[in-house]
């Protein structure tokens, strides 16, 4: 049977992918001088802590160590399928690849890019999961993920400036600006899944729900779909983002998580991604 391996950004964590028999690659973090494996190391709220603080982190792929140690394990009989997040967000893949080509049964390993992270992330692991759980061999199950993939979209609302400015992922001036008219900047994933790219300036939150809730109907998301709203320690907005996308999408099948290290080190405190990934 397929032996599925995931990263920590498909919302996974390496106890969770144990008691389902998946192997769960730790991202890494770095702050305050250490680096940390997430959700093995280090968790959202001591993370928070630090970063409130005043430390600026930084994250990086699975160690290759780690990696290469799930992938010996490797076989004709188990052979393995590694879902990374999204190539060009994180060296994940790129570095998974190659360290494939340095095992002597690379031949029973297979390097999938999902590009996507978060929960559509991990609904394609869910179903890589089932599907081998059926039978179905590594191709087999990476031709029925592909339909998923392609319709993966995905939307990040960072809300700390002051964050954005320290991280330098955004310039002091347009910073300050941005803090002073309480304006709310609302990110895209690219069609090629490798970047995120400015979609809007809103007025405020709510309004910046409501141009993600517009572009999921211009792209046909409907009861097919998984909504994932994520948020990094702001609950109250993860809620109202849930029932706003509830209301649009009654039919869709929709989850509220929390954010872990890595992309809370991506997008900020308080930041919020709306996704969204066919299902069926």
Request: net charge negative; charged share 20%; with cysteine.
């Given at each position: 049977?397929v032996?599925?391996?995931t990263?920590?950004a498909?919302?996974f964590?390496p106890?969770?992918?144990a008691?389902?028999?998946?192997d769960?690659?730790a991202?890494?973090?770095?702050i305050g001088?250490?680096?940390?494996r997430e959700?093995v190391e280090?968790?959202?709220?001591?993370?928070?802590?630090?970063?409130?603080?005043?430390?600026?982190?930084?994250?990086?792929q699975p160690?290759?160590?780690?990696?290469?140690?799930?992938f010996?394990?490797?076989?004709a009989?188990e052979p393995?399928?590694?879902?990374?997040?999204?190539d060009?967000?994180s060296g994940?893949?790129?570095?998974?690849?190659?360290?494939?080509e340095t095992?002597e049964?690379?031949?029973?390993?297979?390097?999938?890019?999902s590009?996507t992270?978060?929960?559509p992330?991990?609904?394609?692991?869910?179903?890589a999961?089932?599907l081998a759980?059926?039978?179905l061999t590594?191709?087999e199950?990476v031709e029925q993920?592909q339909?998923n993939?392609k319709?993966n979209k995905s939307?990040l609302?960072?809300?700390?400036?002051?964050?954005?400015r320290?991280?330098?992922?955004l310039s002091p001036?347009a910073?300050h600006?941005g803090?002073?008219?309480?304006?709310?900047?609302l990110?895209?994933q690219?069609?090629?899944?490798?970047?995120?790219?400015?979609?809007?300036l809103?007025?405020n939150?709510?309004?910046a729900?409501e141009k993600v809730?517009?572009g999921?109907?211009?792209?046909?998301v409907?009861?097919?779909?998984?909504i994932?709203?994520s948020h990094a320690?702001t609950f109250?907005?993860?809620?109202h983002?849930y029932s706003?996308?509830?209301?649009a999408?009654?039919?869709?099948?929709l989850?509220?998580?929390?954010?872990t290290?890595?992309?809370?080190t991506?997008?900020?405190?308080?930041?919020?991604s709306i996704?969204?990934?066919?299902?069926?």
């Amino acid at each position: 049977m397929v032996k599925i391996m995931t990263d920590t950004a498909s919302m996974f964590t390496p106890v969770k992918g144990a008691e389902l028999g998946i192997d769960v690659a730790a991202l890494t973090v770095t702050i305050g001088g250490k680096t940390y494996r997430e959700n093995v190391e280090m968790f959202p709220e001591p993370f928070l802590k630090l970063i409130r603080e005043g430390h600026v982190p930084s994250s990086s792929q699975p160690s290759p160590g780690d990696v290469e140690d799930m992938f010996r394990k490797a076989t004709a009989d188990e052979p393995i399928l590694y879902i990374t997040m999204a190539d060009g967000l994180s060296g994940t893949y790129a570095s998974g690849c190659a360290v494939r080509e340095t095992m002597e049964n690379k031949e029973y390993i297979t390097v999938l890019d999902s590009r996507t992270l978060c929960g559509p992330e991990g609904a394609l692991v869910r179903k890589a999961h089932r599907l081998a759980q059926e039978g179905l061999t590594v191709r087999e199950i990476v031709e029925q993920l592909q339909e998923n993939i392609k319709s993966n979209k995905s939307f990040l609302i960072p809300q700390d400036f002051g964050y954005l400015r320290r991280g330098g992922r955004l310039s002091p001036g347009a910073a300050h600006v941005g803090g002073l008219l309480k304006l709310v900047p609302l990110l895209v994933q690219s069609e090629s899944g490798r970047s995120l790219d400015k979609a809007a300036l809103c007025r405020n939150f709510t309004k910046a729900v409501e141009k993600v809730i517009d572009g999921f109907k211009r792209w046909g998301v409907d009861e097919r779909y998984l909504i994932s709203i994520s948020h990094a320690d702001t609950f109250e907005q993860g809620s109202h983002a849930y029932s706003m996308l509830s209301n649009a999408f009654p039919g869709a099948a929709l989850e509220l998580n929390d954010l872990t290290p890595v992309f809370i080190t991506q997008g900020g405190p308080s930041c919020v991604s709306i996704q969204a990934i066919m299902r069926v």
